[in-house]
């Protein structure tokens, strides 16, 4: 086997330990460094570039109470806050051990160790280093991007969607779990988003996970990071989500999708806040707010025994319900005029108000792809309306015709039986399949999406593109 590309740096009084470590360790690792003097740690530090320290915890002779181990512990972290330190004690006090790893030490080793024990132990430490490295990494670049990302516009004044705010304003500022339940395109996450831009860790960073666009193979690798060769493709370790979001907010969309055995597993971390990598018994502390959202019946999942009941009454501390925007239809005439200006401006073409014959025609609509659907038709309007890009003279309105919605709304399945096909439209019947095998199913993904041959994650795909 290689070398491992790691330089390391050997500290103790102890001459012999020096030269024994240093003439084992130095056929395993590029470079060794070896000191006597503590004192000279500084200067090695700040002169040599060192990836791991293997420090003594007991210095003056006679001493064994750890006290100095602890103090260049302080010093190295001081100097190099994210170095990695692995202790040697030859005590097996456990509670210093303890006290040293609280205090940011990564591992450590027993005197007299095994040479085997002592390689996996620097290699292991060496690991967690590089993906500690890569969670830093995530998390700076997330948190750059969630500084661009505003707190999303909630329009509405329905007393069902203030009723909502309210609520968010009230659990916000706990560290309660909330699980957010509506039907696609309701806004759960833009809910999820009010909640933490309203939280204490609106400073920290905000993950979000959809459990419905990943492949159900990568759930557990992409919830809690996996090791190099975990798996035929993990080609080196990988920190997961969870780690990612710690010290913020993880919000899980579609947790109705989450696998049986996984819902164990999540399970597990919510209570010992730690999660373990796909193929390694590390243990890491997470340290996570948990936001959850669904349009599944999560109640009528764990009646028949698809959701486990403890994992339910532990994510749902907090129950959020977003009413669908047909429940709320006083809401549609603001949401319409707040989309027509944001896509006139979008396209750069004159802004426009929306007749009162159109919003009429809104509000008659059953919208059941909710705002999302909405969003698209008011885009689709602004685009196509008569005075759009060519005749920028505009009458400044955007009218009932301009307005397109489809016909299959309220189609009743008898006839549609009798003569499937009105049309030949293969998109406005893929819509309809969709549609047709969601309700046959009462919205079970997995069963709806083998009906249709298809796999779940092409089902969310067009659930999404038909506003379903
Ligand atoms: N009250 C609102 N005001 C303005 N825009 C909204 C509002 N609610 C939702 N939206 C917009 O509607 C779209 C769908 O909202 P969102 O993604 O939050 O829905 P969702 O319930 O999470 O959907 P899904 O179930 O598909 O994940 C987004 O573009 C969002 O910005």
Redesign the pocket.
């Known amino acids: 086997m290689g070398k491992n590309n790691a330089s390391i740096l050997i500290v103790d009084d102890d001459q012999d330990i020096l030269f024994t470590a240093d003439m084992f360790l130095k056929r395993h690792f590029a470079q060794i460094h070896t000191l006597e003097d503590p004192n000279n740690i500084e200067k090695i530090l700040s002169t040599s570039s060192i990836d791991l320290v293997l420090l003594d915890m007991n210095f003056a002779l006679g001493l064994n109470t750890g006290a100095e181990g602890l103090h260049w512990l302080q010093r190295i972290l001081s100097i190099v806050p994210d170095m990695v330190v692995v202790l040697m004690t030859a005590y097996g006090d456990v509670g210093l051990s303890v006290e040293a790893i609280k205090q940011g030490a990564t591992d450590f080793v027993l005197k007299p160790w095994k040479n085997e024990k002592l390689l996996a132990t620097l290699n292991s430490a060496l690991l967690l280093s590089d993906s500690r490295k890569q969670v830093s990494t995530l998390t700076i670049s997330q948190q750059a991007l969630q500084k661009e990302k505003a707190v999303?516009?909630?329009?509405?004044q329905s007393s069902a969607?203030q009723h909502i705010l309210k609520q968010v304003e009230k659990v916000a500022k706990t560290e309660a779990n909330i699980l957010i339940l509506?039907e696609?395109?309701?806004?759960?996450?833009?809910i999820a988003q009010q909640i933490y831009h309203q939280s204490h860790r609106a400073d920290s960073i905000m993950l979000s996970v959809d459990l419905g666009a990943i492949p159900e193979s990568l759930f557990e690798s992409e919830l809690f990071g996996h090791v190099k060769g975990a798996f035929t493709d993990a080609h080196s370790d990988r920190a997961g989500r969870f780690q990612a979001a710690s010290g913020g907010t993880l919000f899980l969309?579609?947790i109705g999708n989450l696998p049986i055995h996984l819902q164990a597993k999540l399970l597990r971390v919510l209570e010992q806040k730690c999660v373990s990598p796909v193929g390694s018994d590390k243990i890491i502390p997470v340290d996570v707010r948990l936001i959850c959202?669904t349009?599944s019946k999560l109640k009528k999942l764990v009646d028949d025994g698809k959701f486990r009941a403890d994992l339910y009454y532990r994510i749902n501390t907090i129950e959020l319900s977003?009413p669908p925007l047909r429940e709320r239809a006083e809401d549609i005439s603001l949401?319409v005029e707040?989309f027509a200006q944001r896509y006139c401006k979008k396209y750069q073409l004159n802004q426009k108000r929306v007749s009162a014959s159109a919003i009429a025609k809104l509000e008659a609509y059953d919208w059941p792809g909710?705002?999302?659907e909405l969003?698209h038709t008011v885009e689709r309007a602004v685009i196509m309306s008569d005075d759009s890009f060519e005749h920028q003279s505009n009458h400044g309105f955007l009218s009932a015709q301009d307005f397109i919605l489809p016909q299959t709304n309220n189609i009743e399945y008898t006839d549609r039986q009798a003569n499937p096909f009105n049309d030949c439209n293969l998109e406005r019947i893929e819509g309809l399949a969709v549609k047709y095998a969601l309700e046959k199913h009462e919205g079970n993904i997995s069963q709806s999406a083998k009906e249709l041959g298809i796999t779940r994650t092409s089902l969310y795909r067009r659930i999404?593109k038909f506003g379903l």
Do not use: C, T, W
């Open positions: 999303p516009d909630v329009i509405g969607l509506g696609n395109g309701v806004g759960k996450d833009v969309d579609e959202a349009n977003v949401l707040y909710n705002i999302r969003a999404k």
